[in-house]
């Protein structure tokens, strides 16, 4: 394994470090330092050490001081930090600036002009979705539909007196006016009315009550405070304005304020 120590203030160089020999060591500084690019099999950190351009390990990279690469490091193999932080910003600013799906498939990144966090799957970006600054705009409608007035709309529907527009959402009911009223009850008659407790007329019902019911229910008839005896008739009573059991006067006239020409015979 090509070795790089530091003894004292002397580089010792050991064995043919990838082609270069371009290694100082700045005493000021206290660092190693790497002017070309360099490819190694193994590299040992244990002070400080800058690569000023491109860091090329095939294999196991150990480092315990600071290692600062200016250009670009390239591991063939795991880079394998121990369970240590890694800090990077990985920012893009706009969507199509992000890398090859294929090439970093499972890299994670961010686009800075959507605000949005992305990984890298099965050949393409996938956006992520946060609670904070995402909505439903975001998530691909699946089998489970998003709501809209149309489809709301379609699921209703009117029978009967209610009618239904799919296209407005519009509900209106019939409303049962006199008219409506007047032109049902034309066709009706009494047979299409069930009789309960208020009968319909019929000559024997009549017959019947008028058979039980005596004159005195008349609002203008009184026979109960005095009582007809035979012979006698009705006479009408100016002074109570009703009729009235009496005799009827003979040879013309009246008596007693009972006029005779409104007699009406009783028995």
Not at 254 to 259: M, R, V
């Amino acid at each position: 394994m090509p070795t790089l120590v530091r003894d004292y203030d002397t580089l010792l160089l050991y064995n043919n470090f990838g082609g270069c020999s371009n290694v100082c060591f700045d005493d000021n500084l206290g660092y190693f330092s790497l002017d070309n690019n360099v490819t190694i099999d193994c590299l040992n950190v244990t002070c400080n050490t800058i690569v000023t351009n491109d860091l090329t390990i095939d294999n196991n990279l150990l480092v315990c001081q600071n290692l600062t690469v200016n250009g670009n490091a390239c591991f063939v193999n795991d880079l394998d930090l121990n369970g240590k932080k890694v800090l990077f910003a990985n920012v893009y600013s706009q969507e199509c600036d992000l890398p090859d799906a294929n090439t970093y498939h499972g890299m994670f990144a961010h686009v800075h002009s959507t605000g949005k966090g992305y990984f890298a799957h099965a050949g393409s970006w996938h956006k992520i979705i946060d609670q904070d600054s995402s909505t439903t705009t975001d998530l691909t409608e699946g089998t489970n539909l998003y709501y809209t007035n149309a489809r709301s709309r379609l699921a209703l529907c009117g029978t009967g007196d209610i009618t239904y527009c799919d296209t407005t959402g519009e509900i209106n009911v019939t409303t049962y006016k006199n008219s409506d009223f007047d032109t049902d009850f034309s066709g009706k008659f009494t047979c299409d009315l069930a009789e309960l407790n208020d009968l319909y007329y019929t000559d024997a019902r009549v017959d019947t009550r008028l058979g039980t019911t005596s004159i005195d229910i008349l609002c203008d008839v009184d026979i109960s405070t005095t009582a007809p005896t035979c012979g006698q008739a009705l006479l009408y009573d100016d002074a109570s304005c009703k009729f009235l059991p009496g005799t009827v006067a003979t040879g013309g006239g009246t008596s007693g304020g009972i006029s005779l020409g409104l007699a009406i015979a009783l028995g």
